[in-house]
């Protein structure tokens, strides 16, 4: 049984460069989940979809950030013309639209330089 | 909206001991859902318990229970027996119930627990 895969794991990027990340959810979980989470912070809600449908945007998704959910299955959350302010772990979790647990993924570290 | 306080931001106890680690939380909601969440050292989060706010019986996990005071809110995680291995971040977290589909957790700060030999 695999868990919730986070690419790339870690990345380094200059400002103003744009990245992306992916998130795999445990097979047939239809909902999935993104947040942030600073050195010694607890996580930060960003987005979350149900299937490809994105159900709500946290106040902290900025429009240099955009997330999609294509087909229901992967992730992908893009972050464009990064700041310094954007260094952060990106975690990605999955669930059961009918359970109240939901499984991480070990996170991707971003570092803007 | 939900808030999630961890008054602790560090802890340490010595192995085999207890430590309780607080939660407070502010809500309007009468349905919804707590957790305690565990993040070691560059590892993955992980669930450690949950606990219903619809059940008075607080939930127990191995070494692992809670206090759930619903009138006061407070939701307070006793780790029995501690081991090396427990030291980590710790989160509180609230989710609301709904029929159409649980909220996104909403998450304290957290508290870190060192557990010394």
């Known amino acids: 049984d695999t868990g919730v895969s986070q690419n790339p794991r870690h990345k380094i990027t200059k400002r103003g460069q744009n990245v992306t990340f992916r998130c795999d959810p445990i097979?047939?979980?239809?909902?999935l989940y993104w947040y942030r989470q600073t050195l010694g912070q607890g996580p930060e809600f960003l987005t979350y979809?149900?299937?490809?449908?994105?159900?709500?945007k946290s106040r902290l998704l900025s429009d240099r950030f955009s997330a999609e959910r294509p087909k229901g299955s992967f992730s992908t959350l893009e972050i464009q013309r990064t700041e310094q302010g954007d260094s952060a772990m990106y975690l990605c979790?999955?669930?059961?639209?009918?359970?109240?647990?939901?499984?991480f993924g070990e996170g991707s570290w971003l570092t803007v330089v | 909206a939900q808030t999630v306080t961890q008054s602790q931001p560090e802890m340490s106890v010595q192995d085999a001991e207890t430590v309780t680690l607080s939660c407070t939380y502010d809500?309007?909601?009468?349905?919804?859902?707590l957790f305690w969440y565990k993040q070691p050292p560059s590892r993955q989060m992980i669930l450690v318990i949950r606990?219903?706010?619809?059940?008075?019986q607080n939930a127990t996990e191995n070494r692992f229970s809670v206090n759930f005071q619903k009138a006061a809110k407070s939701f307070s995680l006793k780790i029995s027996d501690s081991q090396l291995g427990d030291t980590a971040m710790y989160f509180c977290?609230?989710?609301?119930?709904?029929?159409?589909?649980?909220?996104?957790?909403?998450f304290g700060k957290g508290t870190r627990l060192s557990v010394i030999a």
């Open positions: 979790a999955s669930s059961l639209i009918v359970r109240n647990t939901i499984y």
């Open positions: 097979s047939e979980h239809n909902r």
């Open positions: 979809f149900q299937n490809e449908a994105q159900l709500e």
């Open positions: 809500t309007s909601e009468n349905n919804y859902y």
């Open positions: 606990q219903e706010a619809y059940k008075q």
């Open positions: 977290a609230f989710m609301k119930f709904q029929y159409s589909g649980n909220t996104p957790l909403v």
